[in-house]
């Protein structure tokens, strides 16, 4: 083995090297990008939870809206205000399972660029 460091084998080894490095790097990243994911899904759930929870909520404040106003302890206006209320509230309901469902089937993977990232490697399969 030489012991110049303009050899091919340490030239060699030091491209073998960054090599390895651009892979830990990019290994890196998606695990990242799929930890970041998961965390924004399970965030995401929760919003929709707390959202089912508060139509339910406010479905009952409607029905006692409700049962007041046909006492004659309440006014229509009350009655009005509550589903308004649960109207405004069922609506972020849909935002909010819209957003998950757009979350969920998000890549972790840029497919787009895997080629761009092999071509760093000579176009070489690295497994």
């Given at each position: ?81 509550a589903e308004s209320r649960l109207s405004r509230a069922r ?21 787009a660029a895997i080629p761009k990232f092999l071509e760093r490697f000579g176009g070489k399969r690295l497994v």
């Amino acid at each position: 083995m030489s012991t110049n460091p303009n050899s091919p084998i340490t030239l060699r080894q030091i491209q073998a090297d960054m090599a390895e490095a651009k892979y830990r790097v990019a290994e890196q990243q998606v695990l990242i990008e799929a930890i970041d994911t998961y965390l924004e899904v399970v965030k995401t759930r929760k919003e929709v939870d707390l959202n089912r929870a508060n139509v339910g909520r406010l479905e009952e404040h409607v029905t006692a809206a409700r049962v007041r106003l046909e006492a004659g302890a309440s006014t229509q206006t009350a009655l009005a205000q509550a589903e308004s209320r649960l109207s405004r509230a069922r609506t972020t309901l849909i935002a909010a399972l819209t957003a998950m469902r757009g979350k969920i089937p998000r890549h972790v993977v840029n497919e787009a660029a895997i080629p761009k990232f092999l071509e760093r490697f000579g176009g070489k399969r690295l497994v």
